[in-house]
């Protein structure tokens, strides 16, 4: 079993200024689990754990998704609760190209018969998890984003947390 997720992945440049601004929350926090540089994505899909079986045709779901390269900002910064602390995550006003793909990637979904989590989609990208800020932070936004590719995500075990590394044939 592999547990995978369809998710963006951002350039180097995009990547830098996310971690720095993951950074500037840490300067403000009582505590804080930040995501580790490499894990820096936005889900599309989460599908969990899935059947060796089942690697192949989730790429070619991958490759049967065509679009043209877009931008979007990240241009301000939420949160959900965690039980007594925060989950923080940077967020998009004007996201119809994210919406647009990832309505694309559902329908492949449905067609080839895959579960997967089928919750409403909010375009986000996870900063740091269980935090507790002791007074609020300024962040550098927006950032520029530009999406070129979808990517099929397989989650490992990383340090005590979890990154995603590509799926590959």
Do not use: W
Not at 116 to 140: A, G, M, N, Y
Request: charged fraction near 25%.
């Amino acid at each position: 079993m592999r547990r995978v997720y369809y998710a963006l992945t951002f350039n180097q440049e995009a990547t830098h200024k996310i971690i720095t601004n993951v950074n500037r929350l840490k300067e403000h926090a009582l505590q804080m689990k930040p995501i580790p540089e490499n894990s820096i994505h936005m889900t599309m899909a989460f599908l969990g754990e899935v059947e060796e079986s089942l690697i192949d045709e989730l790429l070619e779901i991958r490759d049967e998704i065509s679009f043209e390269p877009f931008c979007f900002n990240l241009d301000y910064l939420d949160s959900f609760p965690d039980c007594n602390s925060r989950l923080y995550y940077l967020s998009t006003t004007h996201a119809q190209e994210l919406y647009a793909l990832q309505s694309t990637l559902v329908q492949k979904l449905y067609q080839h018969k895959i579960a997967f989590h089928d919750k409403q989609f909010l375009p986000h990208v996870t900063l740091s998890r269980k935090t507790i800020l002791k007074e609020p932070t300024d962040l550098i936004l927006p950032i520029s984003c530009t999406i070129t590719s979808l990517e099929l995500l397989e989650s490992i075990p990383y340090k005590q947390t979890r990154i995603g590394i590509p799926v590959k044939k």
